[in-house]
């Protein structure tokens, strides 16, 4: 498999992040957990075999300390606006139109690399999207060179990314679709199996968990 793809990530600040999660853990460790989710993401997604580089747009620095860590790329939030302002800065500004790029969300700690490389290989270079668990919202969107990304995130992205033009992708990947906006959603990511970050943060806080490998 060629590693052409750009992937994208938008982070907010750790002290804004995840606010439906607040609760899940002891809020000393909220921010903990929204890093430790980012972790493992970044960590699927490095090792995935389409994924050429990894592009973090934040303006939190300890979120580009980590990224820089794991081998990804940092950039500030030049827009400073919203979650699609951040993903068409990255994707179509700072990676630029020649290449295929993909967004994802930054809380997929079950993601398994194997799982990425089955939905970039099916969008077959053009743009789709894959939806999340509850098939309403969307967790990753693609976009092929000379095209731009025009993400929809948001209550109802997935209609609105197919009403867009772009394609849903049908396939069964249960850690890439599932996304950690609520303590239900977190539940449902520890009965796939986390990431060790993610895993070794609720495993402090009394949580049982399963692990899934990076390279998996």
Request: net charge negative; glycine share 10%.
């Amino acid at each position: 498999m060629v590693r052409e793809w750009t992937a994208v990530i938008p982070v907010k600040t750790l002290s804004a992040a995840k606010s439906r999660l607040r609760g899940a853990v002891p809020p000393a460790r909220h921010a903990d957990l929204a890093l430790a989710m980012l972790r493992d993401t970044a960590t699927a997604v490095l090792a995935a075999e389409a994924v050429a580089a990894l592009l973090v747009v934040t303006d939190d620095p300890l979120v580009s300390a980590v990224v820089s860590e794991l081998g990804g790329r940092a950039v500030p939030d030049r827009p400073a606006a919203d979650l699609n302002a951040a993903m068409r800065y990255g994707a179509d500004e700072v990676a630029g139109p020649d290449g295929f790029r993909a967004v994802l969300a930054g809380d997929l700690p079950a993601l398994r690399p194997a799982e990425l490389d089955g939905a970039l290989a099916a969008a077959a270079g053009r743009r789709a999207f894959v939806a999340d668990a509850a098939g309403t919202g969307t967790v990753l969107l693609t976009v092929p060179p000379a095209e731009m990304l025009d993400p929809r995130f948001g209550p109802g992205s997935a209609r609105a990314h197919e009403l867009s033009g772009a394609r849903p992708l049908d396939g069964a990947w249960p850690g890439l679709r599932q996304d950690v906006d609520t303590p239900a959603d977190l539940a449902a990511v520890l009965a796939l199996g986390t990431g060790a970050y993610t895993g070794a943060l609720l495993r402090d806080d009394g949580l049982t968990v399963s692990f899934v490998s990076a390279a998996g």
